[in-house]
């Protein structure tokens, strides 16, 4: 019995390019960068103080002013992207039962623990917020755009560090694959640039010190780069079961051919060395789309400029690829808005819904004397019109956890 095929009809996005999809999507396409001086927090006492901030974000736009000051930034974001996904996609709430909720992120609220916390410490016990615990869980994405939607079927938030927004897309597609969902709103979000974040990321060694050139600090493949940068933003898409979709008329931008994670099972923070778990998140997710690697058009790498990750997921790429790993186009999202953490998956998931859309690839940023290590195409300095029909977008995370989405052109 052939299971359900699964499609996309909306697309959303927040993110340090824009406050749309299409905003994002054409700051990519021109190589414009969304990194600059953090503005959120005084940030002068830190070796570190430039981000990927999304800027004019009015969660008002979206929420009631006093429910948005209850939740965390990750939750307003999420929303927001929820909103432009299902406009596209021509759904409005309530979405009822046989609508599902599946988003990732890597840390939630806990911009909202962090701040009670010195209200706790400054002020006493009983100045603390009671959307304290609430606010600060990693599963409220989901829950209020399953509240704002009224999708009152399965929900569920993955929570696999940088790997969540793929996942979750991918646990999506599995929700109506299963049969439990005609519809799911999927992606990944995250909300925490944090003075916290950025000593932590130094204190590993692992984020980029390029103070006076922001826009030029995410170097994914470069030889001389530093490591990430951190961001915040959601991407979210709209699944469909294929039929349900054609039904009603709507848009059908791509389809979600396969996916797949896997564990490394090696270091907290560290990849595989020969890649092994991205190895076979790759091949397990091309197996489950039934594709074979030759059948692949573009890859968006994961790609967070650190000196490890670059080299070894392209060493993963050529032993998943071969020959074929020379000649197939692979960009770098990351090297525009930074590193989002769990929102980056949703991110460039649908960035490669508008790839398969428009028929263009957008440029690796930044790519200006390639580490001889990364040899591959990486779509150096200007977007490229190719012809995809399939896409692989790779995402992996601390805990070794690794995920990869197919997604392609609906034919038939």
């Known amino acids: 019995m052939s299971r359900p095929r699964v499609v996309v009809t909306g697309v959303g996005a927040v993110t340090p390019l824009g406050l749309t999809a299409e905003e994002t999507w054409q700051g990519l396409l021109v190589g414009r ?23 004019g974000f009015d969660p008002a736009r979206y929420l009631p002013a006093k429910e948005a000051r209850r939740i965390s930034r990750a939750s307003q974001l999420a929303v927001a992207a929820a909103q432009e996904a299902l406009a596209m996609a021509g759904l409005t709430p309530p979405l009822g039962e046989r609508a599902g909720v599946c988003i990732g992120t890597g840390i939630g609220g806990l911009e909202w623990a962090f701040a009670q916390a010195r209200v706790l410490w400054e002020q006493g016990w009983e100045r603390v917020s009671p959307f304290a615990i609430p606010a600060s869980l990693a599963n409220m994405p989901a829950h209020h755009v399953s509240r704002w939607a009224q999708a009152l079927g399965p929900i569920l938030a993955v929570i696999t560090a940088c790997a969540a927004g793929t996942q979750a897309v991918g646990e999506g597609a599995e929700m109506i694959r ?15 640039i944090h003075e916290v974040a950025i000593a932590g990321f130094m204190a590993m060694r692992a984020i980029s010190t390029r103070n006076d050139e922001p826009q030029r600090a995410s170097r994914p493949f470069d030889a001389g780069r530093d490591g990430l940068v951190l961001a915040e933003g959601a991407g979210v898409l709209v699944l469909e079961r294929l039929e349900h979709a054609r039904a009603r008329g709507a848009p059908i931008l791509a389809e979600v051919l396969g996916w797949a994670s896997s564990s490394d099972g090696f270091h907290v923070a560290q990849p595989d060395p020969e890649g092994l778990g991205a190895i076979r998140a790759m091949r397990w997710a091309l197996a489950d789309a039934g594709v074979c690697p030759e059948d692949v058009d573009y890859i968006n790498a994961h790609a967070t400029a650190t000196p490890l990750n670059d080299v070894i997921e392209t060493r993963a790429i050529k032993a998943v690829f071969g020959p074929h790993a020379y000649r197939v ?7 525009m808005t930074g590193h989002a953490m769990g929102g980056s998956g949703g991110i460039e998931a649908v960035v490669c819904v508008l790839t398969l ?3 263009v690839i957008h440029p690796t940023a930044n790519l200006e004397e390639p580490d001889p290590e990364c040899d591959l195409d990486y779509v150096p300095g200007e977007a490229r019109r190719a012809q995809v029909q399939i896409t692989l977008s790779n995402s992996f995370g601390f805990g070794g956890q690794n995920a990869c989405l197919v997604l392609g052109k609906c034919v038939n």
């Open 33 to 55: 960068s969304g990194i600059g001086p953090i503005t959120q927090f005084d940030a002068s006492h830190l070796p570190v103080c430039i981000a990927g901030e999304v800027k």
């Open 178 to 192: 299963r049969g439990a969902a005609d519809v799911v709103i999927a992606g990944g979000v995250e909300g925490f």
């Open 329 to 335: 186009p692979i960009s770098a999202t990351k090297s």
């Open 357 to 359: 859309r428009d028929q």
